[in-house]
């Protein structure tokens, strides 16, 4: 069984950086991509990035070039790095694990999930 434990989260102003930790245990980031997605209050669940067992990655324009993705094979871990942090940035951040991930931007198609952490930045 695949676990997911996600931290990092916190309270960071507007231009500020946050980098999140996702540990993977019960299977090797070797086989499975992982990716993070997010949610607002009251917002559907938005992909965020994914890192493929290849160690391919992916990001939509929306967070492209300010959040970026990688992962430590040794420590079975996945990061997500915050970089110039805006408001509309904050939401409970979630990452996903699969063994196929054959519609990753779709939340439906990942089958293991943590249970996700706060990033709320302040202006």
């Known amino acids: 069984q695949v676990q997911l434990v996600e931290s990092g989260g916190g309270l960071v102003q507007a231009g500020g950086s946050l980098t999140l930790s996702c540990v993977v245990s019960?299977?090797?980031?070797?086989?499975?991509?992982v990716a993070w997605f997010r949610q607002a209050p009251g917002k559907e669940r938005e992909f965020v990035s994914i890192?493929?067992?290849?160690?391919?990655?992916y990001a939509p324009d929306s967070v492209k070039g300010r959040f970026t993705i990688s992962r430590d094979d040794v420590k079975n871990t996945v990061f997500l790095q915050l970089n110039s942090l805006k408001l509309e940035d904050t939401a409970v951040y979630y990452c996903?694990?699969?063994?196929?991930?054959?519609?990753?931007?779709?939340?439906?198609?990942?089958?293991?999930w943590g249970q996700g952490t706060q990033v709320t930045v302040s202006s």
């Open positions: 996903a694990a699969d063994s196929l991930a054959q519609r990753p931007t779709v939340p439906g198609s990942w089958g293991y």
């Open positions: 019960g299977g090797s980031l070797n086989n499975y991509a």
């Open positions: 890192i493929y067992w290849t160690g391919a990655t």
